[in-house]
């Protein structure tokens, strides 16, 4: 097996994400432009994207890891929005996306053409997570968008199997692909419902940080290979299990929750940027089997579609927006009136993915014998609308948030409000300290009961510090200083250290004792006033 090109696949599109973070542009569209440039330079590998291995391999842990930073409490505050577009505007897609395109396509059955409307109707979830955290949308926007990117790819997944299944002549029925619809969800729901505490049990009670860590890693495969197993939801389970182990993350040991923090971060970057230039790297593939449908008539194709993609989704949103206000004072009078302009912001934000490309590459090759009809062509559009999104939405969504002028975080009620929940939190932790060190048992020295004491102050006062002015000489806020100080005086006595295993002072094992003892300092100044 040549590993050459995965690992040219995975450094050049880490190296182009990183880059990209210096630019104005959002890293996933770089990443992408950089597949296209890519994929006709001679001598680059061919680069399939094998459904077979993005559903079960990378779907799982970018969904985990999308669904462990997000909160139980938002999603469950906004459970009507995040519902309506998750199930109802998928689904929604799928027959109008399908119907369109039958209407266009000579020749096209109705059947294959839902078939399309399945694999397009789903934002993706790495894309809308990767463009939300750029763009800084309101915290209730982004709420609204991550739950809904969690959520509707097991609907979209489960219609395309239904509408593959009434293609291929398998005898599917309205009550049949309920049915299915069905035990996807519920099916996924309740997967997850079991697997989530016996899981996190797991994880409270392994006490070696690697294996927690290691736990950690395959939790996302467990969960979505047991619910895929029995024809249930991988998605949802994956997703409901990582809520509930993020809604509980506190419970977990503190090395484990710094460590895995780290390696989450770490697969996610890597995991994105690959998929991202997957998604330009298909070009070639896509153009090559497009067969009869070429120049004009298969870009009247692309343009409809886009279109279509786009316009469906603001005919959902707006309705599903302001109907149910109108419909019933309880919800009038717990959410008021809502304006114009969020609900355009999130009918923008529709921007497909390496989702539906991958749900594409699944259609069958053939039908009783004979190709699946105009198999080529429905890859082409899928292909363009990714494509079509990414650039056009992606590249607009923040401009469009700047000209709305949306109310975005309110950074100094944030900062208040978490002063206020330290300054509790402290009061709590003194109270306790002197609990024990009244205890005999507990005496300390003078010094050290001091530095305690000393890191709880300086703990509690560092958010209101945040709030003061900065230095009128470096500019620097007092957070920053600090930071610095400790930094250099770290960094000083780090160069001994190492000056000392030169002169085989100290052997190589002291050396990494004594450094990782100054890691730990690092991170806790840095966490003190983070």
């Known amino acids: 097996m040549d590993v050459m090109p995965l690992l040219l696949l995975v450094a050049g599109s880490a190296a182009i994400s990183a880059a990209a973070r210096r630019t104005p542009v959002p890293a996933p569209l770089l990443v992408v432009a950089a597949g296209l440039a890519v994929s006709y330079v001679p001598g680059v590998p061919l680069y399939t994207l094998d459904p077979h291995i993005v559903l079960p391999l990378i779907l799982p842990p970018l969904l985990?890891?999308?669904?462990?930073?997000?909160?139980?409490?938002?999603?469950?505050?906004?459970?009507?929005?995040?519902?309506?577009?998750?199930?109802?505007?998928?689904?929604?897609?799928?027959?109008?996306?399908?119907?369109?395109?039958?209407?266009?396509?000579?020749?096209?059955?109705?059947?294959?053409?839902?078939?399309?409307?399945?694999?397009?109707?789903?934002?993706?979830?790495?894309?809308?997570?990767?463009?939300?955290?750029?763009?800084?949308?309101?915290?209730?926007?982004?709420?609204i968008l991550q739950g809904e990117s969690l959520l509707n790819d097991a609907t979209a997944i489960t219609a395309f199997r239904v509408a593959v299944a009434a293609a291929v002549g398998e005898g599917a029925t309205w009550a049949g692909g309920i049915g299915e619809f069905l035990l996807a969800a519920f099916g996924g729901l309740a997967f997850g419902l079991v697997l989530m505490v016996p899981l996190h049990w797991l994880r409270t009670h392994v006490?070696?940080?690697?294996?927690?860590?290691?736990?950690?890693?395959?939790?996302?495969?467990?969960?979505?290979?047991?619910?895929?197993?029995?024809?249930?939801?991988?998605?949802?389970?994956?997703?409901?299990?990582?809520?509930?182990?993020?809604?509980?993350?506190?419970?977990?040991?503190?090395?484990?929750?710094?460590?895995?923090?780290?390696?989450?971060?770490?697969?996610?970057?890597?995991?994105?940027?690959?998929?991202?230039?997957?998604?330009?790297?298909?070009?070639?593939?896509?153009?090559?089997?497009?067969?009869?449908?070429?120049?004009?008539?298969?870009?009247?194709?692309?343009?409809?579609?886009?279109?279509?993609?786009?316009?469906?989704?603001?005919?959902?949103?707006?309705?599903?927006?302001?109907?149910?206000?109108?419909?019933?004072?309880?919800?009038?009078?717990?959410?008021?009136?809502?304006?114009?302009?969020?609900?355009?912001?999130?009918?923008?934000?529709?921007?497909?993915?390496?989702?539906?490309?991958?749900?594409?590459?699944?259609?069958?090759?053939?039908?009783?014998?004979?190709?699946?009809?105009?198999?080529?062509?429905?890859?082409?559009?899928?292909?363009?609308?990714?494509?079509?999104?990414?650039?056009?939405?992606?590249?607009?969504?923040?401009?469009?948030?700047?000209?709305?002028?949306?109310?975005?975080?309110?950074?100094?009620?944030?900062?208040?409000?978490?002063?206020?929940?330290?300054?509790?939190?402290?009061?709590?932790?003194?109270?306790?300290?002197?609990?024990?060190?009244?205890d005999e048992r507990n005496a300390l020295p003078a010094p050290l009961a001091e530095r305690l004491r000393t890191i709880l102050e300086r703990r509690r006062n560092a958010v209101w510090e945040r709030l003061g002015q900065t230095n009128p000489v470096t500019g620097e806020s007092v957070d920053d200083t600090y930071r610095r100080l400790s930094r250099e005086m770290i960094s000083a006595e780090r160069d001994v250290f190492v000056r000392l295993r030169d002169a085989r002072y100290l052997d190589d094992e002291m050396l990494r004792t004594l450094l990782r003892r100054l890691d730990l300092e690092e991170a806790a100044a840095y966490r003190e006033t983070a």
């Open 207 to 438: 006490k070696e940080a690697l294996l927690q860590n290691t736990l950690s890693l395959l939790i996302p495969f467990i969960a979505y290979a047991t619910a895929e197993q029995a024809h249930a939801s991988g998605v949802i389970a994956v997703v409901v299990v990582a809520l509930y182990l993020g809604h509980r993350a506190w419970e977990v040991d503190f090395a484990t929750r710094l460590q895995e923090a780290a390696v989450w971060r770490m697969v996610a970057f890597v995991l994105e940027a690959a998929v991202f230039a997957l998604i330009g790297l298909q070009l070639p593939i896509v153009l090559g089997g497009l067969g009869e449908y070429a120049g004009a008539e298969a870009a009247w194709y692309a343009l409809a579609v886009f279109a279509v993609v786009v316009g469906a989704r603001f005919v959902w949103v707006y309705p599903a927006t302001f109907l149910p206000p109108l419909l019933s004072a309880r919800i009038r009078e717990r959410e008021g009136r809502p304006g114009w302009k969020s609900p355009f912001v999130i009918a923008w934000a529709g921007i497909r993915g390496v989702v539906s490309l991958a749900v594409a590459f699944s259609i069958p090759l053939t039908v009783d014998g004979d190709g699946f009809p105009q198999r080529n062509l429905l890859l082409f559009l899928t292909f363009t609308t990714v494509i079509g999104t990414l650039v056009v939405q992606g590249l607009t969504l923040p401009p469009l948030i700047r000209l709305l002028k949306l109310p975005g975080r309110d950074v100094q009620a944030e900062t208040l409000a978490e002063a206020n929940a330290q300054a509790q939190a402290s009061r709590v932790a003194e109270q306790r300290l002197n609990e024990l060190l009244s």
């Open 64 to 143: 985990h890891t999308a669904a462990i930073d997000s909160s139980y409490l938002g999603l469950r505050a906004q459970l009507r929005p995040v519902a309506l577009l998750s199930v109802g505007y998928v689904l929604f897609a799928t027959f109008v996306v399908g119907w369109v395109l039958y209407l266009l396509v000579p020749g096209l059955s109705l059947t294959a053409a839902l078939v399309f409307g399945a694999v397009v109707a789903p934002p993706d979830a790495v894309a809308a997570t990767a463009v939300a955290r750029r763009v800084g949308l309101p915290s209730r926007i982004t709420t």
